[in-house]
């Protein structure tokens, strides 16, 4: 594999209070769907995806009244807040003059030179970063006549034109995302990407659908790249409620071994064994569990037949078994329980480990 190929080996650029690249971790970005100017249902919205683990969140930004309010939002939220700007370089310095921890413009796309060195200078004095956002739906003309359709190689000369524009101005404090709604060009784009320049990489399957649809789009681009070790953070788009776009990514994060303070839910397909009602239990524990922070793994299977022995790995579950539960940790039943508490008692027994894990 080639070296660069790793997202460790990408450059560290700060993001508010962030390090994107140099290192293995990997954020979880969103983007808010509220009109922007309005602070209150913005906040809110921001508020709800923090809880949900959402660690960067983006913003449009389609005219003055939503630039001058980044810096309102700003004072209320806890995770560094992206500005999203198209064309308009006046936007993207009321931003910058706003408080916004990265913009998010294409240099290409500004116009005068003199605009571009404002904006770039602008960054410099705040010590923020521009992310690039090629997209293969909105690709330069000349790369298109290139080309004769979007491909991998014309985003990543588009995104490297882009570079091009700010490493002349002396910046590098960039990240790059080369989003593409088929997943083989998004996935082949950045495979490129990472092999031909060393800036953080922001990963996006764009307009992958709904929840249903665009989680399974998007868990099969994305995990491509995660297991190929790119990618520094990451959204999952989807037509749905944004808090969605990072249950989705967590999960994805958890399945590729990226993630340190999230539970995840072993639960079995169920079969003409099942003792008890495991779709609802799984549900019901599934989503107790969103809001545990160690790396717990719970198990809830339908009966004891193969049970705590299957999922050995878990640190704790519950089998059913006629009329009642066996809770099980290890692998080992511990004791065992009635069904109409099971739940209950395995949701107290979740929160001990827990806390032990965080005492340790
Ligand atoms: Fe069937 Fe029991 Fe296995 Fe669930 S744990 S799939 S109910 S045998």
Known sequence: MNAMINRKNTRPVRVGNLTIGGSDELFIQSMTT??????EATVAEIMRLEDAGCQIVRVACPDERAA???GEIKKRINIPLVVDIHFDYKLALIAIEQGADKIRINPGNIG?????EAVVNAAKAKGIPIRIGVNA???????LEKYGYPTADGMVESALHHIKI?????????IVSLKASDVNLAVEAYQKAAAAFDYPLHLGITESGTLFSGSIKSSAGLGTLLSAGIGN??????????VQEVKVARELLKIFGLSSNAATLISCPTCGRIEIDLITIANEIEEYISHIKAPLKVA???????GPGEAREADI????????GLLFMKGKTVRKVPEATMVEELKIEIDKLAEEYFEK
């Open 34 to 39: 509220t009109k922007t100017h309005d602070v």
């Open 68 to 70: 001058y309010a980044i």
């Open 112 to 116: 005068r030179q003199a605009k571009v």
């Open 137 to 143: 739906g909105s690709l330069e003309k000349k790369i």
């Open 166 to 174: 700010l490493e002349d101005l002396d910046f590098h404090d960039i």
């Open 233 to 242: 953070t990451m959204r999952v788009s989807l037509s749905a409620d944004p």
């Open 300 to 306: 809830v299977l339908g009966c004891a037949v193969n």
């Open 317 to 324: 579950g519950i089998a059913g078994a006629r009329g009642e």
